[in-house]
């Protein structure tokens, strides 16, 4: 299954229970369907670039957040779709990682310990 990270810049309020829902309604939407949540990450509230409409409403700040996800490539258009329905979203999109998490994820330990064979000086 390929792996993707979805970006949502989702309608302000200050209940974040409508945020937190459609979190919920979106992570639920990929494990419904036999798809894996690799992650979700909230980047807060920030003013956007320039006023956004969006279902008849024209909004000037909004939630972002992220989710990474394993989904089958039918799957990942129906996420699109019902996320652009939904009237708390101002702006989605999806991006494709890699074919698989191995393709993405980094190969080599991250260490600050020089392997005794490596000369320091070059």
Same mark, same amino acid.
């Given at each position: 299954?390929?792996?993707?990270? $979805?970006?949502?810049?989702?309608?302000?309020?200050?209940?974040?229970?409508?945020?937190?829902?459609? $979190?919920?309604?979106?992570? =639920?939407?990929? +494990?419904?369907?036999?798809?894996?949540?690799?992650?979700?990450?909230?980047?807060? =509230?920030?003013?956007?670039?320039?006023?956004?409409?969006?279902?008849?409403?024209?909004?000037?700040?909004?939630?972002?957040?992220?989710?990474?996800?394993?989904?089958?490539?039918?799957?990942?258009?129906? +996420?699109?779709?019902? +996320?652009?329905?939904?009237?708390? $979203?101002?702006?989605?999109?999806?991006?494709?990682?890699?074919?698989?998490?191995?393709?993405?994820?980094?190969?080599?330990?991250?260490?600050?310990?020089?392997?005794?064979?490596?000369? +320091? =000086?070059?």
């Amino acid at each position: 299954m390929p792996f993707y990270q $979805v970006l949502c810049i989702a309608a302000h309020n200050r209940e974040y229970r409508q945020i937190k829902g459609l $979190v919920r309604l979106a992570a =639920t939407h990929v +494990l419904n369907n036999g798809g894996v949540v690799r992650g979700l990450q909230y980047w807060g =509230t920030e003013v956007l670039p320039q006023r956004m409409n969006s279902h008849g409403a024209t909004h000037e700040r909004g939630d972002y957040w992220t989710m990474h996800f394993d989904a089958s490539p039918e799957k990942q258009k129906s +996420l699109t779709k019902l +996320l652009r329905r939904d009237p708390r $979203v101002i702006r989605t999109t999806v991006l494709k990682m890699g074919d698989r998490i191995e393709d993405v994820a980094w190969r080599y330990p991250k260490t600050l310990v020089t392997p005794p064979d490596v000369p +320091l =000086t070059p």
